[in-house]
């Protein structure tokens, strides 16, 4: 069985802090994706990043980076310098590439609120 | 890129009427596509998932009879709620699968409000 833990069920920083979201995950699987979901107060879940399990490379995409360490089985999310906009509950999910009804079914996490505090 | 859309975007119901939600795929064709469901402050639970032309694979505890879903076309997926009642009060969110990438591209989502 496939699950994705969250332990941060909300976390407060002030504007231009540097913040981590963690993830660990449990998956039988040797191939498999990772993603990270924004969800805005708006409710529409905004997709972040997907990541293969034999990536293991770290990623950057200007104030957001992933580091991926299949060894602990963590996907952490790093915010810099924190804005008032990232303010949002953020997901992290697991999908497998081979289950059983083939449909390829994401694993969420509970979800971390953060608050970015002007 | 691959958009979804949910019609509608809030619904308010009396209590044992039925209330049906639309999910489209606007740009791209979807055999697959996927109904979850979040109550306040919770993580989406998959309810089930939706496959073009056959029947719907329900997750465990989901109600078949009350949930039902339809996929007549490969850009459209519908869930009606039968007989709605106040617990059934949620946000309702789909996906569609973009095959090439292995990818779910989620819907806006439907908030229920029966009454």
């Known amino acids: 069985a496939q699950k994705v833990t969250q332990a941060q069920t909300e976390i407060s920083v002030v504007e231009k802090e540097d913040v981590t979201l963690d993830c660990v995950y449990e998956?039988?699987?040797?191939?498999?994706?990772l993603f990270w979901y924004k969800q805005p107060p708006s409710g529409e879940l905004v997709f972040l990043i997907r990541r293969n399990s034999f990536d293991e490379q770290n990623e950057i995409s200007g104030r957001y980076s992933w580091n991926f360490q299949k060894s602990t089985s963590s996907f952490n999310f790093t915010i810099t310098a924190s804005q008032v906009v990232d303010s949002a509950v953020y997901f992290c999910a697991l999908s497998d590439l081979f289950s059983g009804a083939g449909s390829y079914q994401l694993t969420f996490g509970k979800g971390t609120k953060l608050s970015v505090i002007p | 890129g691959a958009v979804v859309s949910q019609h509608p975007s809030r619904v308010i119901c009396k209590s044992g009427t039925s209330v049906k939600i639309e999910c489209r795929s606007l740009?791209?064709?979807?055999?697959?596509m996927f109904w979850y469901r979040q109550f306040p402050k919770q993580s989406l639970m998959l309810m089930a998932t939706s496959n073009e032309g056959s029947k719907a694979t329900y997750e465990q505890g989901v109600e078949k009879d009350k949930f039902l879903i339809n996929h007549a076309s490969l850009t459209l997926s519908t869930l009606t709620v039968t007989s709605a009642h106040p617990e059934d009060s949620s946000f309702y969110i789909c996906?569609?699968?973009?095959?090439?990438?292995?990818?779910?591209?989620f819907g806006p989502g439907t908030r229920l409000t029966v009454l």
């Open positions: 996906s569609a699968r973009l095959d090439l990438y292995n990818e779910q591209f």
């Open positions: 998956t039988r699987d040797t191939t498999y994706y």
């Open positions: 740009d791209f064709q979807a055999t697959t």
